[in-house]
């Protein structure tokens, strides 16, 4: 595949005076340090192999200072001794932060992770940033109950006053990935931050440069040193030293399945808390009575957004066989008008995979697809100046049992099959190890949420698919993870709940 990009540059200032220093530093108690040892990692343009910045590659002893900073923090009360209504305040003005450098931080994630700027300008960091207010908003919202209890061997004319208190876990380690780096880390350090924890952020070592302008924008707001350290470098050094550590109380992990259960087993040492939101193969199904007009781009977004980076993306489409021509022609229309580029060139819908390890590995897959039997009606290519852009690929006659349907792939490819009945759409859309999201596309209100409720998926989106708020829990079933990120019950991810039974 030829692939001819024009040549961009940022267009904004601040950008490219955060890029004009090229040794970037690390967050320790409020201070930029290198890594103890001095080691370095290249940061990478992924659509050029152009080398943006180094950043500190953190070793276990960076990693216990680190802890120690959070664990000060903790001890000495200075954010979880906060009343509520500060800490809401700071969270509130990070956000504000957020939007008011947005072009700057939207230029950053597109250069760092490759995705168009318009995913990132007008998607993902106001995303990050609404994150922030939610959350600042749940500060004063956080209640403990008064419990009637029927005990009855209190002593002769006392009472029993039972109640719950709710309490910041402690240190929480809180790993990102690379495939939306800021609205992901958002997600994690908005509600710990809420309730009153101290954090380590531990982001991709691809795509940091946003995480630690995010650092600069908190100590900015106002966050106590200590309350947010950032430690960058690569996932088994920095990242299984968090995992393991005996002195974090809790770990919030996004990315594989596969990295999951290593992070399961590291934390095993002291038992500490975990979430995890994990691989996903998300279905589509696509029943006759659809509206065409909407489910055609609507299923295509799903498949290809982001270069179909996405955990939720919708890589599996099942739909009813009478319209199966139609569906793949629409879609097939539509994946090839997509204009891929350089994120930063404004006609770009479609970037680079976030690197060439990531692009081979999606190729591969395409090429095993075909191999075992399924039609490429669309795309199959790989190309580039870095050989690290896919084409928006669409492969048809798939069946269950291939890899390409049941393997997470995590790039712009969609698998293709189809059915005759609800109850056979029902099951092969449940066929899985997966179960993070799912969507139905139907005009029909019955089978709409007869799926909704029978579909074994942590999201069901009906007549629509990646549809985002801060108030919508996400969170998978199956091998997809556990707990729920978003939404009012995230902060319950990131406390204790402690029982005090007292006789008056």
């Known amino acids: 595949m030829q692939l001819d990009l024009n040549s961009v540059k940022p267009t904004s200032q601040a950008t490219r005076l955060f890029l004009a220093d090229k040794d970037k530093k690390m967050l320790l108690h409020n201070d930029w340090v290198n890594a103890q040892n001095g080691a370095v990692i290249d940061t990478q343009d992924p659509a050029t192999g152009e080398v943006l910045a180094t950043i500190p590659q953190s070793s276990i002893e960076d990693v216990n200072a680190a802890v120690a900073s959070a664990r000060s923090a903790f001890k000495i009360g200075v954010w979880n001794g906060m009343v509520p209504s500060e800490r809401a305040k700071i969270l509130w003005r990070i956000g504000e932060l ?25 998607a993902e960091i106001p995303g990050a940033a609404e994150q922030f207010r939610y959350f600042a908003g749940m500060c004063s919202k956080l209640e403990s109950a008064v419990i009637p209890s029927s005990i009855a061997y209190q002593p002769a004319g006392k009472r029993v006053h039972s109640y719950t208190l709710t309490e910041p876990v402690g240190v929480v380690a809180a790993i990102t990935p690379w495939n939306s780096p800021l609205i992901l880390t958002a997600m994690k350090l908005a509600p710990a931050l809420c309730v009153g924890c101290s954090v380590v952020l531990k982001p991709a070592e691809d795509t940091s440069l946003t995480a630690l302008r995010l650092g600069e924008l908190c100590v900015q707001a106002g966050l106590p040193p200590g309350v947010l350290n950032i430690v960058t470098g690569y996932g088994h050094i920095a990242g299984q030293a968090l995992a393991e550590h005996m002195d974090v109380d809790k770990i919030s992990f996004t990315g594989s399945t596969q990295t999951g259960r290593k992070i399961l087993d590291a934390a095993k040492g002291n038992l500490k808390r975990v979430t995890l939101e994990l691989g ?81 590995k999606v190729f591969n897959y395409i090429q095993g697809g075909s191999a075992d039997g399924a039609h ?70 019955s089978h709409a949420h007869r799926f909704a409720s ?38 319950m991810n990131y406390m204790e709940t402690k029982t005090v039974c007292a006789i008056l």
């Not at 498949?303 to 179909?308: D, R, V």
């Not at 293709?416 to 993070?436: H, I, K, P, Q, V």
């Not at 009906?462 to 902060?491: F, T």
């Open 98 to 122: 957020i939007d008011a450098n947005i072009d700057e931080l939207a230029e950053l994630e597109t250069l760092d992770q490759g995705k168009p700027i318009g995913v990132a300008r007008w």
């Open 280 to 360: 996903g193969k998300s279905p589509m199904i696509v029943m006759d009575d659809a509206d065409l007009e909407l489910a055609i781009p609507g299923v295509a977004n799903a498949a290809f957004f982001n270069g179909g980076q996405v955990c939720v993306a919708g890589t599996r489409l099942y739909v009813q066989e009478n319209i199966a021509d139609a569906l793949y022609t629409g879609i097939a229309k539509y994946a090839k008008s997509l204009s891929m580029g350089h994120g930063l060139d404004p006609v770009t819908q479609m970037g680079p995979l976030v690197n060439r390890i990531q692009a081979d």
């Open 376 to 445: 490429i009606l669309t795309g199959g290519q790989q190309g580039g100046p870095n050989n690290t852009f896919i084409q928006p690929t669409v492969l048809t006659q798939c069946t269950q049992q291939m890899k390409i349907m049941k393997e997470e792939v995590f790039g712009p490819v969609l698998s293709c099959m189809t059915f005759r009945s609800t109850e056979e759409a029902l099951a092969l859309a449940n066929d899985s190890d997966y179960g993070l999201a799912a969507s139905v596309w139907t005009q029909n209100l």
């Open 454 to 491: 029978d579909l074994e998926s942590g999201t069901v989106w009906i007549n629509s698919h990646l549809m985002y708020d801060p108030s919508l829990p996400i969170g998978g079933y199956k091998q997809s993870g556990w707990g729920r990120e978003s939404g009012m019950g995230a902060v």
